[in-house]
Each structure stands twice: as structure tokens, then as C-alpha cells.
């Protein structure tokens, strides 16, 4: 089976990251978008997700018309995007039982493309654990390195290659 080059990128409440080791990863009742690029040429064609371990009989869950329009069934939705050549995969209110593996995929004559990605669902933050304070270098001190600054827990954190551990 021939695989079409695809980048994921995550987006998981307003958090964005490259997901490169084709790992994605949602909160308990979150949701969870996943966009998958396409080359030129292939903006026409209908788009889709499917879920199961095996390309061959994975089950699609929501495909798109060949145009723009949003499609949604339940709590998928797909929606292209021909001139950033994208097409968007929703999973909204996850489950515990929606961590699979997926694929996106095109539909063309014969053999469809696509490639595999898995979701995994992190449990929800317990809203009973408080956030920590951040010790503060007093007006005047030095701090010492690496952290020059306190943490402001309001900004997003930023992943730049999250595979790197």
C-alpha cells in the first residue's frame, strides 16, 4: 500500500503542536482536532477518517463531499480546505474508549492513500488539585539559571518537538 506524506498537526485546546511520531494525545471530554496536508492536485478528492488497527477493514466514521462543506456525524466532524490543501478531523467529548488507532485518508480510483495515527486520552486534570506556587526571587536578587523568571501558569506552553524525551 502506497502512503500519502502527510503532516499532523494537534490541536488540543488551543494548544498547537508537530506531532511527529504520529501520536495524539486528548483530554477526558476535551476535544481533539487532527489536520492531515495533502499535495496539489488531490484537493478535489474526498477526504476521510476511519478508525481500527487495520487499513484494510477500519471502520470510516465521516468523509467528506470533494468540497469544503463541514461534515459531522455525532461527535465527528471533517471539514477540507483546498487552498492550505488541509483537511481537519474533530473528536469532540472524548471517552476513554475512543483511544484507537485512525486513519486519514483520500478516496481516489482504486486503492485509496492514507496514513495511521493513533489517539490516546489522557484523563481529565483533577479539579480538586490546586495549582503549586512558584517560588519568586524577591525585588533586588539575582535568580539563579536556568530560570531567570517566575512562571505565569496563564500562558500556553508552547511544544516545540514533543518527542524529545
Request: net charge positive; hydrophobic share 30%; glycine share 10%.
Given at each position: ?81 483546498h ?7 474533530t ?31 489522557n ?39 514533543p518527542?524529545?524525551?
Amino acid at each position: 500500500m502506497w502512503l500519502l506524506p502527510v503532516l499532523f498537526l494537534l490541536v488540543i485546546q488551543g494548544h498547537f503542536c508537530t506531532c511527529e511520531g504520529k501520536k495524539v494525545r486528548g483530554t477526558l471530554g476535551g476535544t481533539l482536532t487532527v489536520r492531515c496536508a495533502y499535495g496539489q492536485g488531490w484537493e478535489s478528492y474526498k477526504k476521510w477518517l476511519c478508525r481500527g488497527n487495520d487499513w484494510n477493514s477500519c471502520k470510516i466514521l465521516v468523509k467528506t463531499t470533494g468540497s469544503e462543506q463541514l461534515v459531522k456525524k455525532g461527535q465527528v466532524s471533517i471539514q477540507d480546505n483546498h487552498s492550505r490543501r488541509t483537511f481537519t478531523m474533530t473528536l469532540e467529548d472524548l471517552q476513554q474508549d475512543d483511544a484507537d488507532t485512525y486513519w486519514c485518508g483520500i478516496e481516489q480510483f482504486g486503492t485509496d492513500v492514507g496514513i495511521e495515527f493513533s489517539v490516546i486520552v489522557n484523563p481529565a486534570p483533577d479539579p480538586t488539585d490546586s495549582p503549586k506556587p512558584v517560588a519568586r526571587t524577591p525585588a533586588g536578587r539575582a535568580s539563579s539559571p536556568p530560570f531567570t523568571q517566575g512562571i505565569n501558569s496563564s500562558q500556553p506552553i508552547v511544544l516545540i518537538n514533543p518527542h524529545s524525551r
